[in-house]
């Protein structure tokens, strides 16, 4: 254990910053901790078993993992000991997700001891008082034991290097001291064998547990570890779901009342974050949905938590307010925008018919974009304010792409409030989410009206199809394999029919099939087109919709200002269009000056109106 510190605590971040030249805040307070407490030797190293006596009261490493996988780490982060106790929170997380919270249960107790963590004292009824303590950990042990005989500890250590992100190794030497020395633990689990509580070989099951407690660590290891608890059981470094939700917030109820030892209650009370301590001189604290922290430090106070540990603990959580109590949300940041589609059509043109529909029924069709993991209390709140505040459109959008998650609780809230919607002749369109969403899976399993509820993976999709439904309902649709004559074309707006058969004349009738391209973005741009029917959508090479186009619109039309193509044209349907060459253009232009003059003021209008509903958008984006 008397490893050399492999990085300087003071150098080790300073490298590594990119960007601004400072690096961040967090960084310098964990190393301002480093600097404070260094020097403070107070506490002795564990010596009940004799290796841990040999740990070097110098070491001193501090990790911290943020719920987005960001590692930070001072000092002897990467320095190995052994977990020991600390491993309790995380074989409590696998034995409940091994054999079930029953017979966990059944097995241990989980109310606080209030003593030493090595009390041979059971409840009443014979049981562990909890898995944090050593008679709950090697009952933890025991049941694994039961599942797994002579592999269990090999599924232990599987689990936790999980947690922590890495293959974890043991400690050979210190497995060795505590198994030829551990009479109490071995009193203790004897009692448990007494009690039926171990049902196994007594010695087995203390191997198991002897060589869990040895398995080495370091604290940036810990606090992968703390993060993926806090990260409700997925590791935000590796990304990998290592335990249940629920049985990541059973194991943080326990640490929260009992990770301490017997001081647990001082704990939660001055510092409120969920820790767990282990005699190696390891602290893992979990802060949900926030961070995760692993210290190590080898002095321990006389309860046998690290003492400089839990200086740095205290220190973070006073400093930074980081109470776990002591938490405030403002539910209404989830509603990033709310707003009917006045101005902000989807990117699917219109028909002039069809667009004076949308025009005056805007207020049917009522788009909210909600953002961030959305739980209880922030639908409690999207439920509201569709209750309080109008228009009460009968097409409803709820966008989700930036929705990480969503609880349980707040999928039972929306699907309740969407049923009855639903009843009252709303219907629900779900965008942002693909089929295989959990989100979408969620809310449609919770919404008794699945007719009145939609789903699209883009929110201009899911525009769209409230738009067809509103232009359905108000008899505008006009097919798209509706014929239009040249003279529909805005293009060609205001030009006598005798012009437009002299341009027709010049063009090139021309046919596609759904699927072809028809233009690509980046060639010359030397035509342009006239849609005759069917529709085409106008694409960026990345595959975003910039436009779909019906009979009477024309594209490629930029091609009069520009040299290339800025963007691909796809057929969606057979397409029967005409094609303008420009040369010819050119030439028609010459001979007939004021008519050309005519197209170029219709197609700065086209120009104009597009630029008018590019602000619109923008606008909506900035006021949000
Ligand atoms: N508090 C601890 O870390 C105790 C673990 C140690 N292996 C023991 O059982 O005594």
Redesign the pocket.
């Known amino acids: 254990m008397d490893a050399q510190i492999t990085r300087p605590a003071s150098s080790n971040f300073a490298t590594r910053s990119a960007g601004y030249a400072n690096e961040p805040p967090l960084q310098r307070f964990l190393a301002g901790c480093y600097g404070d407490f260094k020097s403070d030797y107070s506490g002795t190293v564990a010596d009940y078993?004799p290796e841990l006596k040999r740990a070097n009261p110098a070491h001193f490493g501090i990790g911290l993992v943020t719920i987005d996988g960001h590692v930070y780490e001072v000092g002897d982060s990467a320095m190995p000991f052994t977990i020991?106790?600390v491993s309790k929170a995380f074989v409590f997380a696998l034995a409940l997700d091994l054999v079930g919270e029953e017979r966990v249960a059944a097995a241990i107790g989980v109310e606080p001891s209030g003593e030493a963590?090595?009390s041979i004292r059971l409840t009443n009824d014979n049981r562990p008082f909890n898995p944090m303590v050593?008679a709950g950990a090697i009952a933890c042990s025991g049941l694994i034991h039961q599942v797994d005989g002579a592999h269990a500890f090999e599924r232990i250590r599987e689990k936790l290097s999980q947690f922590a992100g890495r293959e974890l190794d043991v400690d050979d030497a210190v497995h060795a001291s505590?198994a030829l020395t551990?009479n109490r633990?071995r009193a203790i689990a004897w009692l448990l064998r007494n009690y039926l509580v171990l049902q196994d070989d007594v010695d087995a099951v203390l191997d198991t547990y002897?060589r869990q407690?040895a398995i080495l660590v370091t604290a940036r290891d810990l606090a992968v570890m703390a993060a993926t608890l806090a990260n409700r059981g997925v590791n935000p470094v590796t990304g990998v779901s290592v335990i249940s939700p629920n049985i990541v917030a059973r194991t943080l109820s326990v640490m929260t009342s009992s990770g301490m030892y017997d001081y647990a209650g001082e704990w939660i009370y001055r510092v409120g974050i969920p820790a767990k301590s282990?005699?190696?001189g390891g602290i893992v604290a979990a802060l949900p949905s926030q961070m995760g922290l692993g210290t190590f430090s080898p002095c321990l106070d006389s309860h046998?938590n690290s003492v400089r540990g839990l200086k740095v603990c205290e220190a973070l959580s006073s400093r930074f307010d980081l109470h776990m109590l002591n938490r405030s949300a403002d539910v209404r940041t989830c509603i990033i925008a709310d707003y009917d589609i006045f101005g902000i059509s989807s990117r699917r043109s219109r028909q002039p018919n069809e667009q004076q529909i949308l025009e005056e029924r805007h207020s049917d069709i009522r788009v909210i974009e909600l953002v961030g993991a959305l739980n209880f209390a922030a639908i409690d709140y999207v439920t509201r304010r569709l209750a309080a505040e109008p228009p009460n459109a009968p097409l409803l959008i709820l966008d989700f792409r930036r929705v990480p998650d969503l609880t349980a609780a707040g999928a039972q809230l929306l699907g309740e409030n969407l049923t009855v919607l639903a009843n009252t002749g709303v219907t629900a369109i779900l965008t942002g989410l693909e089929t295989t969403s959990p989100v979408w899976t969620e809310v449609r399993a919770r919404t008794a009206e699945p007719q009145r509820l939609r789903r699209f993976a883009l929110l201009d999709e899911g525009i769209e199809w409230a738009e067809d439904q509103v232009i359905y309902r108000y008899g505008g649709f006009t097919s798209s394999k509706e014929t239009s004559h040249l003279g529909e074309q805005a293009l060609l707006a205001d030009l006598a029919p005798a012009e437009i058969a002299a341009l027709a004349d010049l063009s090139i009738p021309r046919r596609y099939e759904a699927g072809q391209r028809i233009v690509s973005a980046g060639e010359p741009a030397n035509s342009l087109f006239f849609l005759q029917s069917g529709m085409v959508s106008v694409k960026l090479p990345s595959g975003v919709r910039l436009a779909s186009l019906g009979p009477g619109m024309e594209f490629g039309e930029m091609a009069i200002i520009g040299q290339h193509r800025s963007a691909d044209v796809w057929a969606d349907t057979p397409v029967k269009c005409l094609e303008l060459p420009l040369d010819s253009f050119a030439n028609y232009r010459q001979l007939h000056p004021q008519t050309a003059l005519k197209i170029m003021r219709n197609l700065s209008a086209l120009l104009a109106r597009r630029l008018i509903l590019a602000n619109a958008k923008v606008d909506l984006l900035s006021a949000y």
């Open positions: 078993i020991q106790s963590f090595n050593n505590e551990g633990n002897f407690c282990g005699v190696g046998g």
